[in-house]
């Protein structure tokens, strides 16, 4: 039987101590079982705690290698769909450069600051970003919506999202996730915000950090941070904003990929400055 996260959250110390970099065990069981956390990387296992760890990283390595599985299908269905369109027509509406290599047509299209070259069966990735099937699936699945529009200029929740209910939790723990790693860090979030890439905004109030970022050509992202304030009994706060047509470029779950991403590269340790696209 696989083990649950309440298992797991029975058997950890329940301190709330911080040290595996989430701010409570309950947060910490969720992402060991969720999203194959390093369990280890509370200092404080023992007993019971302990006994479990093989058995989670073995759901861990089964969960990875279904995991893989199903991006190789989500990737050929994908790739099948963009396969009739014309590269060429679509490349001014989705922001990208049309180009051709040997009789294969492919679009150049801004990510994060790195430019990547998506063919229609295969994405190059420049030899400085590391390759991710599902930054893949994300590009596949802009290029189908076709580009056709322009992004609406107001700022809406992903949980005012049509269908968004189920995935919502979800966004609402990253959001979680970087607010307590950059409590007490609003400079630091400033600073490797702006070595994203990211441009200052005015938009939230009172929020120390109002960063808006272009991950990709059409879909733009809005990060606002609060800082704790533990007199007031508040704690560090993120929210992550986006345009209000982004479903016309992207779908539910690509979005929440794009928004991990994100994450990964503010959170990442000696993250290096990506080139400016
Ligand atoms: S390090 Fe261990 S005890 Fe501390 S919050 Fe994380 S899981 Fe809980």
């Not at 420049?126 to 107001?154: F, H, K, M, R």
């Not at 941070?225 to 993120?238: D, I, S, T, V």
Request: net charge negative.
């Amino acid at each position: 039987m696989a083990i649950t996260v309440l298992e797991l959250f029975k058997v950890l110390p329940r301190t709330n101590c911080g040290e595996c970099g989430v701010s409570t065990c309950l947060a910490f069981a969720t992402q060991v079982i969720k999203e194959g956390e390093d369990l280890a990387k509370c200092p404080y296992l023992s007993g019971e705690a302990l006994r479990l760890a093989e058995q989670v990283k073995g759901q861990q390595e089964q969960g990875v290698g279904r995991r893989r599985e199903s991006l190789a299908i989500a990737l050929e269905a994908l790739q099948e769909k963009v396969a009739p369109l014309d590269f060429a027509a679509l490349a001014p509406g989705l922001g990208a450069l049309a180009g051709e290599s040997g009789g294969r047509p492919f679009l150049e299209i801004p990510y994060f600051g790195h430019r990547l070259t998506v063919f229609k069966d295969q994405v190059r990735y420049p030899p400085e970003a590391a390759a991710d099937p599902w930054d893949a699936i994300l590009l596949y699945n802009y290029i189908a919506s076709q580009g056709a529009g322009e992004p609406g200029g107001t700022w809406i929740a992903y949980k005012t999202l049509p269908n968004s209910v189920s995935k919502a939790k979800t966004m609402a723990r990253l959001e979680g996730k970087l607010a307590d790693h950059f409590a007490g860090r609003a400079e630091e979030l400033r600073q490797r915000s702006l070595a994203l890439g990211g441009g200052p905004a005015q938009v939230g109030e009172g929020a120390q950090v109002q960063m808006v970022f272009q991950p990709l050509p059409k879909l733009p992202v809005l990060l606002l941070f609060w800082e704790a304030e533990p007199e007031e009994g508040f704690q560090a706060q993120a929210h992550l904003l986006l345009d209000n047509r982004v479903l016309d470029f992207l779908d539910l779950e690509s979005i929440l990929f794009l928004v991990e991403r994100l994450l990964g590269h503010l959170m990442e340790e000696n993250e290096e400055r990506p080139e400016n696209g």
